[in-house]
């Protein structure tokens, strides 16, 4: 079971955090339970949260999803406020299939006395031994795509327009199709359907796939180096995934009228009328 | 014309469709009936919301409801018939209507017919689309199948789920 935290967080947000995690653990099969204990793998927070104590953020090494107040735009492991289900809900799922398929970290030393509350205004005391800070460093989004045939599984610095310094994983590497795959290619797999299908209008990297499909990463993987193969394939811009889980929506781009806001609940009440 | 509208609204839709069909006298096309107006059926979400589906005639001459119904539309399944004398060029005919919706409207094109009339492949309508700098998922489909018209609606859902504003 993967151990939810909050910290710095109003006992309101706690009692919220808390209920969805329940509620999408169990619709979705996930391993998350909302503790108010120590070891947490992942921990949500606030701005507020994350200043009253650095060190100790600085210090955790697992995955902080930062509740932000709009306007503000998009950052990697961050939902606005007001917090959409959805979006947290995907958040849990990407954070679940990335720790399956991570060796699991030391275990971690007690910043928190047992037992006691997380609430506003409480930072919690550094972890004795700290380990070192996540090497998952954001990567910008540059304002326009750059598009290259580059092989999904190489090097993630030949990503073109990644910024010096900055280190993209191989699962944020975005790829667009360039042309529908045959039917041979689909080999009449539902997975290779879905994924040609969420490649069709967006660049999008495996980690996202895994999340969307609720497939592992690796399934995922090998049917993008397939189409990849084949050359169906542009690559571009790398982006870091969570800025891209905010709730779906249909947006004029280019000046292009722009259709009706989407909203996912809809899109799953579909779905469930349709009994996929 | 005699794609299968009628019928795949008929398959999915919580209402009996309302449909328009009338007498054919095209002698093209080896149907009794064929839409001359609006089909239309309805879905009915636990949530409370709605969605509508809509049907509109396959001729040329009916564009000026495309542009209608595509402004609020969350998707559009485009059907061809491959028995057809030349699927592709009425595939063409449907982009071309269609061209100042498909930058941002979900789109899938369902091929019927295609386990008799195997010309054009799926192959040959992705030629066409590539040809036009497009990339639509192609499906081939018997729209009496539910789990076909199904599919249709999946992949729709599918390109809205993978968020149009990243591009």
Same mark, same amino acid.
């Given at each position: 079971?993967?151990?939810?935290?909050?910290?710095?967080?109003?006992?309101?947000?706690?009692? @919220? %955090?808390? $209920?969805? +995690?329940?509620?999408?653990?169990?619709?979705?099969?996930?391993?998350?339970?909302?503790?108010?204990?120590?070891?947490?793998?992942?921990? %949500?927070?606030?701005?507020?949260?994350?200043?009253?104590?650095? !060190?100790?953020?600085?210090?955790?090494?697992?995955?902080?999803?930062? *509740?932000? $107040?709009?306007?503000?735009?998009?950052?990697?492991?961050?939902?606005? @406020?007001?917090?959409?289900?959805?979006?947290?809900?995907?958040?849990? /799922? *990407?954070?679940?299939?990335?720790?399956?398929?991570?060796?699991?970290?030391?275990?971690?030393?007690?910043?928190?006395?047992?037992?006691?509350?997380?609430?506003?205004?409480?930072?919690?005391?550094?972890?004795?031994?700290?380990?070192?800070?996540?090497?998952?460093?954001? +990567?910008?989004?540059?304002?326009?795509?750059? +598009?290259?045939?580059? /092989?999904?599984?190489?090097?993630?610095? $030949?990503?073109?327009?990644?910024?010096?310094?900055?280190?993209?994983?191989?699962?944020?590497?975005?790829?667009?199709?360039?042309?529908?795959?045959?039917?041979?290619?689909?080999?009449?797999?539902?997975?290779?359907? /879905?994924?040609?299908?969420?490649? %069709?209008?967006?660049?999008?990297?495996?980690?996202?796939?895994?999340?969307?499909?609720?497939?592992?990463?690796?399934?995922?993987?090998?049917?993008?180096?397939? *189409?990849?193969?084949?050359?169906?394939?542009?690559?571009?811009?790398?982006?870091?995934?969570?800025?891209?889980?905010?709730?779906?929506?249909?947006?004029?781009?280019?000046?292009?009228?722009?259709?009706?806001?989407?909203?996912?609940? *809809?899109?799953?009440?579909?779905?469930?009328?349709? !009994?996929? | 014309?005699?794609?299968?509208?009628?019928?795949?609204?008929?398959?999915?839709?919580?209402?009996? #469709?309302?449909?328009?069909?009338?007498?054919?006298?095209?002698? &093209?096309?080896?149907?009794?009936?064929?839409?001359?107006?609006?089909?239309?059926?309805?879905?009915?979400?636990?949530?409370?919301?709605?969605?509508?589906?809509?049907?509109? #005639?396959?001729?040329?001459?009916?564009?000026?409801?495309?542009?209608?119904?595509?402004?609020?539309?969350?998707?559009?399944?485009?059907?061809?018939?491959?028995?057809?004398?030349? #699927?592709?060029?009425?595939?063409?005919?449907?982009?071309?209507?269609?061209?100042?919706?498909?930058?941002?409207?979900?789109?899938?094109?369902?091929?019927?017919?295609?386990? &008799?009339?195997?010309?054009?492949?799926?192959?040959?309508?992705?030629?066409?689309?590539?040809?036009?700098?497009?990339?639509? #998922?192609?499906?081939?489909?018997?729209?009496?199948?539910?789990?076909?018209?199904?599919?249709?609606?999946?992949?729709?859902?599918?390109?809205?789920? &993978?968020?149009?504003?990243?591009?």
């Amino acid at each position: 079971m993967l151990r939810l935290g909050a910290i710095g967080l109003t006992p309101k947000d706690v009692a @919220y %955090v808390r $209920a969805l +995690v329940r509620l999408f653990s169990n619709t979705d099969k996930l391993t998350w339970s909302f503790t108010e204990q120590l070891p947490f793998d992942a921990v %949500v927070t606030d701005r507020a949260g994350r200043a009253a104590d650095p !060190g100790w953020f600085a210090a955790f090494d697992g995955p902080v999803l930062t *509740l932000v $107040a709009p306007p503000g735009a998009p950052e990697n492991d961050t939902v606005a @406020y007001p917090v959409h289900a959805e979006q947290f809900r995907a958040w849990l /799922k *990407l954070r679940h299939v990335q720790r399956a398929h991570t060796p699991a970290p030391a275990p971690q030393s007690s910043p928190v006395q047992q037992g006691s509350p997380v609430h506003k205004g409480a930072p919690v005391a550094a972890p004795e031994r700290i380990a070192p800070p996540p090497v998952e460093a954001p +990567v910008s989004a540059p304002a326009s795509a750059a +598009v290259s045939d580059a /092989k999904p599984d190489a090097k993630p610095d $030949a990503t073109p327009n990644a910024s010096p310094g900055q280190q993209v994983r191989p699962g944020q590497r975005r790829f667009k199709l360039r042309r529908w795959p045959s039917a041979a290619q689909l080999e009449g797999n539902a997975l290779h359907l /879905k994924i040609a299908t969420l490649m %069709v209008r967006n660049a999008i990297g495996t980690e996202l796939l895994a999340v969307l499909t609720g497939h592992p990463e690796s399934e995922c993987r090998r049917f993008v180096d397939t *189409l990849h193969r084949a050359g169906l394939l542009v690559e571009h811009a790398a982006h870091a995934e969570p800025a891209g889980l905010a709730a779906p929506t249909v947006q004029a781009t280019d000046g292009a009228p722009a259709a009706p806001p989407v909203r996912s609940g *809809l899109l799953a009440s579909l779905r469930r009328h349709l !009994g996929m | 014309m005699g794609a299968g509208k009628t019928t795949a609204i008929r398959a999915i839709s919580d209402v009996a #469709p309302i449909v328009t069909d009338v007498a054919n006298h095209d002698a &093209s096309v080896a149907k009794a009936r064929t839409t001359v107006g609006l089909d239309y059926g309805m879905l009915a979400l636990d949530n409370g919301d709605r969605i509508r589906l809509f049907g509109t #005639p396959g001729q040329a001459r009916f564009d000026f409801l495309w542009q209608i119904l595509a402004r609020e539309a969350l998707g559009l399944v485009i059907l061809t018939d491959n028995s057809r004398p030349d #699927p592709l060029a009425d595939l063409a005919m449907f982009l071309d209507g269609f061209a100042a919706s498909l930058d941002t409207l979900p789109c899938v094109i369902g091929v019927g017919r295609l386990d &008799s009339h195997a010309h054009p492949t799926l192959d040959d309508y992705a030629d066409l689309l590539e040809a036009r700098g497009m990339v639509l #998922p192609i499906l081939a489909v018997d729209v009496r199948q539910r789990a076909d018209v199904v599919l249709l609606i999946d992949t729709l859902l599918g390109q809205i789920e &993978s968020g149009l504003e990243r591009n």
